[in-house]
């Protein structure tokens, strides 16, 4: 229930979605007699789109996620296994096309790759099912193991689980699926802006990592913010930011998390 309820919540509340959403209705307002409040709307959402593509709201919402966790450093101890979450592949246009085609989030893929010759006695493991709402016969995990295995990385010794549909459910089938042993470490590989979520939902299940972050969307600092030349890519990433943060707030509320913003 919670996936579901999440999803048409993601679909509503996406702030490009209910912009837009509040301007056509004030666009109908404005053909009754709640003329003005109609025009108040459709203006409104106006600025607020204006306001979202060409200012440095967007980076305010995405910098602090990306700096929450540091990447480790290069001399860090070797560890026992990495873990790589899913959402990087559209599995469904995969399967149907017979290839591999990566959505967003390439870092997710190919930062293991050298991450896995680096360590190449540590265990990999990715984790990632499908986020549609109505399932998919084709999974990610099943497009990564196609993609891995035509470069040559899997040789047999990576492991898929391919039965999660959200971040809570890759922390628990994951940490099922390996047993990890009290002392081991465990990176885990996702996205910067996605990892303060993620790291709070592994500790929650038991499973302690320690944070790789890959996928960084943003310079780290609100000073390098310069105009967009596409508003376009500042929707998308305030979407992402925007689902993170709300992310964070219910699966803190739902007690899939122990507190609302992970620190390392």
Known sequence: MFFIVSKIAEFLAMPTHLLLFVGAMGVALSFTRHRRAGSALSGGAIVMLLILGFSPLTALLVVPLEARFPAPP????????????????????????????????????????????????????????????????????????????????????????????????????????????????????????????????????????????????TAGDLASWSLPRHASKTFVLAEFAAHEWAGLVAYRLTGKTDTLFPAP
Do not use: C
């Open 74 to 217: 290069d001399d860090a101890p070797a560890p026992d296994g990495i873990i790589v979450l899913g959402g990087s592949v559209d599995e469904n246009l995969s399967g149907r096309r017979n290839t591999v085609t990566i959505a967003d989030a390439a870092e997710r893929l190919t930062a293991p790759i050298a991450l896995k010759r680096k360590y190449p006695n540590a265990r990999l493991v990715f984790t990632g099912g499908t986020a549609m709402l109505r399932g998919s016969q084709y999974t990610e995990a099943g497009t990564v193991r196609k993609f891995w295995g035509e470069i040559g990385l899997d040789q047999g010794d990576i492991l898929y689980e391919d039965k999660s549909r959200n971040t809570f459910e890759n922390a628990v089938f994951t940490r099922d699926l390996v047993q990890p042993k009290p002392g081991e470490r465990w990176l885990l590989v996702t996205s910067a802006m996605h990892m303060p979520r993620s790291v709070g939902i592994f500790r929650k299940a038991g499973f302690p990592v320690v944070a790789y972050p890959v996928d960084y969307r």
